[in-house]
């Protein structure tokens, strides 16, 4: 493995947080417009319109990062062809990535789903009602985060040999382009 590819093994590292904080906003915005009261707020559009900007800029952050990775290495890292000796393909470096990525979103579902849950027996027998529209639609919004990490954590192979392949094929159109 040469400097630049691991430069850009990187830099592809980034890009999937990027595209993972991409969305999680768009989760926050689903939620806040379809499920919630928030828009009765008085300050509500200057919050949707901040987290909308926040998720274009992530998605374009995480489309340059794992698209046009070549691109951004070239400005960073004059000198690409000295030899790295490591024992992991990019493939592998991606999917530890990813693996890690799912076992985060998984761990950050589990305390609020728990929390749910002893609310709910707690207000059971109380006078006080829990199961109003935010909590429903948090307890939706947890067990989604909970199976999406799931599923990544499954597919984490899958999800980095197509980056890769993807990645491979706008490199190489980016060279040609230069010629």
């Given amino acids: 493995m040469t400097k630049s590819e691991l430069l850009n093994t990187a830099i592809k590292i980034f890009g999937l947080y990027y595209f ?23 300050n509500s559009s200057i919050v949707l319109v ?3 900007l ?15 990775t070549e691109l951004i290495s ?22 530890m990535a990813l693996a890690i990525v799912a076992i985060l979103t998984i761990l950050s579902s589990i305390p609020d789903l728990l929390t749910q849950q002893v609310n709910s027996i707690y207000y059971h027998d109380n006078e006080l009602e829990f ?21 990544l954590l499954l597919n984490a192979r899958n999800f980095s040999k197509w980056i890769v392949k993807n990645g491979s094929q706008d490199d190489v159109k980016d060279e040609a382009d230069k010629l």
């Avoid at 993972?20 to 008085?42: A, C, K, N, T």
């Avoid at 998605?59 to 046009?68: C, S």
């Avoid at 690409?80 to 999917?95: F, M, Y």
């Avoid at 109003?132 to 199976?147: C, G, H, I, P, S």
């Fill in 20 to 42: 993972v904080r991409f969305v999680q906003h768009v989760i926050e915005f689903i939620f806040l417009i379809v499920g919630s009261d928030f828009y009765r707020q008085p």
């Fill in 50 to 52: 901040g987290i909308s």
């Fill in 54 to 68: 926040t998720f274009v800029v992530d998605l374009a952050f995480a489309y340059f990062a794992l698209f046009r």
């Fill in 74 to 95: 070239n400005k960073i890292s004059k000198s690409s062809q000295e030899a790295v000796e490591l024992g992991v393909t990019k493939t592998d470096l991606l999917e």
């Fill in 131 to 151: 199961w109003t529209t935010d909590a429903k639609n948090q307890l939706f919004k947890n067990l989604f985060m909970l199976v999406a990490g799931f599923f």
